[in-house]
């Protein structure tokens, strides 16, 4: 069967004595106030645990499988900066990505059914949860379709339906995260149903739904919704670059509050180095050396350190390790990519100017002089270069698109001649997982 394992200390955050996992639906959403701390519950548990794919290791371990990061002491982890992922590591995808994605939605797919089958939650309340929950609900599919390509499409919380689910195929895959998105951006409105951020709204569907008709080439779309999000008039982009990830960002569209007192993010704390310590994930000088001269994003975006007399850079995004005075949040979806997409959409469609425009938008923000392409591939490599020096350690997307776009043969099996294959592009299923579901298989390669 797949393993959905139950939410750990859920009883604090959504204040029932039952797992996420055993609720039975009369319990759970007997009023509007149980039933949205069910929901709300997930964001909690989706930062409650540094080592999963919603607290950092997105950013950490695609960062590392593309040309972005690497660890400064040997570890597990290098088998990830190679791209040669043994069974030894199986345990750990499993933990940090696989059973993490399923359990929320799992507990997604448990809110869904739950307000549908309840008659005690007002109308306003169902409809926002509706929405929430399939918003969620996409953004782990859409992590776990490009970790593994194809993945079993779950839909229900029936432990007899679950225990032996094939994989689906991507477009499936692909075609059930859209329907949700759009469900999701009809069922909510414009405004955040808590304050800073830190549930969607409609537009934080329309930003991911933008990135997913981006990544499947539905160039129309993607500029249609990045538009949508654009031209809202919520959002702006922040002139001081040290300011993006804060709290109070206006740039940002959704954002996740931190859970432990302790800690700001879970991604600073991994990240910057206590004084005199070694340093942990670091960028690669491939990538320090892709930054333009005078480009405000190094100097504001990555710290050098110093080490057995050895200088390296980490990234600085966020800037607080640990304290108890909240300045940052955990930032998911933020208005420079959305202009990103809809440059790269507008490309595609031959309308080179329009896309020049908002690419320098972005590189204005980051101190650097226009770039003026004459054509569309021309373009659409400054907007590559672009999303590397925007989007840099941020949530796997340099890793994801290399591969959406073809190019990490070229760009890491240059990088990693000696251990680069094809099929490196899609990271293995789960041992324990075949094990558990005879019916699903192995990504080639493994």
């Not at 149980?34 to 409650?48: D, H, N, P, Q, V």
């Not at 939605?105 to 307000?115: D, F, L």
């Not at 609900?137 to 229900?156: E, K, M, Q, S």
């Not at 895959?173 to 951006?185: E, N, R, S, V």
Request: proline share 5%.
């Amino acid at each position: 069967m797949m393993v959905l394992p139950c939410f750990q200390a859920c009883k604090k955050f959504i204040e029932i004595s039952q797992p996420v996992d055993q609720l039975t639906s009369e319990f759970v959403f007997t009023n509007d106030n149980s039933a949205i701390k069910a929901l709300t519950g997930i964001y909690s548990e989706m930062t409650r645990d540094q080592q999963q794919f919603s607290s950092g290791f997105t950013t950490f371990f695609a960062g590392m499988s593309a040309d972005e990061l690497y660890y400064y002491t040997p570890s597990f982890r290098d088998e990830f900066v190679n791209n040669e992922i043994t069974l030894a590591n199986h345990a750990n995808i499993q933990y940090y990505f696989w059973d993490p994605c399923y359990r929320y939605i799992y507990a997604a797919n448990k809110c869904i059914e739950g307000v549908n089958s309840s008659s005690a939650i007002s109308a306003s309340t169902k409809i926002m949860i509706l929405g929430e929950a399939k918003f969620i609900r996409a953004f782990c599919y859409f992590h776990l379709v490009n970790f593994f390509g194809d993945v079993p499409l779950i839909l229900t919380t029936s432990y007899q339906e679950n225990q032996s689910f094939p994989r689906d195929n991507e477009a499936a895959i692909y075609g059930q995260i859209i329907k949700d998105l759009i469900d999701a951006k009809t069922l909510l409105t414009s405004n955040y149903p808590s304050p800073e951020r830190v549930r969607p709204n409609k537009f934080a569907a329309s930003a991911l739904l933008a990135r997913v008709y981006l990544y499947n080439k539905d160039w129309l779309n993607a500029e249609k919704e990045a538009d949508s999000v654009i031209n809202s008039g919520l959002y702006t982009l922040n002139e001081d670059l040290n300011k993006v990830f804060e709290i109070s960002s206006n740039e940002t569209i959704w954002q996740l509050h931190p859970v432990d007192p302790n800690y700001n993010t879970w991604e600073g704390f991994q990240i910057i180095p206590p004084a005199g310590a070694s340093p942990s994930y670091l960028l690669t000088s491939s990538l320090i050396h892709s930054f333009e001269m005078n480009d405000l994003r190094k100097v504001s975006w990555t710290m050098p350190t110093i080490f057995n007399n050895d200088t390296m850079y980490f990234p600085y995004k966020y800037k607080v390790s640990t304290g108890s005075v909240l300045t940052e949040y955990y930032v998911v979806l933020r208005l420079a990519e959305q202009l990103l997409i809809r440059a790269e959409a507008r490309a595609e469609q031959d309308n080179i100017n329009g896309a020049k425009d908002d690419l320098n938008i972005i590189r204005q923000r980051a101190g650097l002089l226009n770039v003026d392409p004459s054509n569309r591939q021309e373009t659409l490599l400054a907007i590559e270069q672009e999303r590397r020096t925007e989007l840099f350690a941020e949530w796997g997307h340099r890793w994801f698109d290399l591969k959406r776009t073809d190019r990490a043969d070229a760009v890491l099996g240059a990088l990693k001649s000696s251990t680069w294959q094809s099929t490196d592009t899609l990271w293995p299923i789960p041992e324990p997982e075949i094990k558990l579901n005879p019916a699903l298989t192995q990504n080639p390669g493994y």
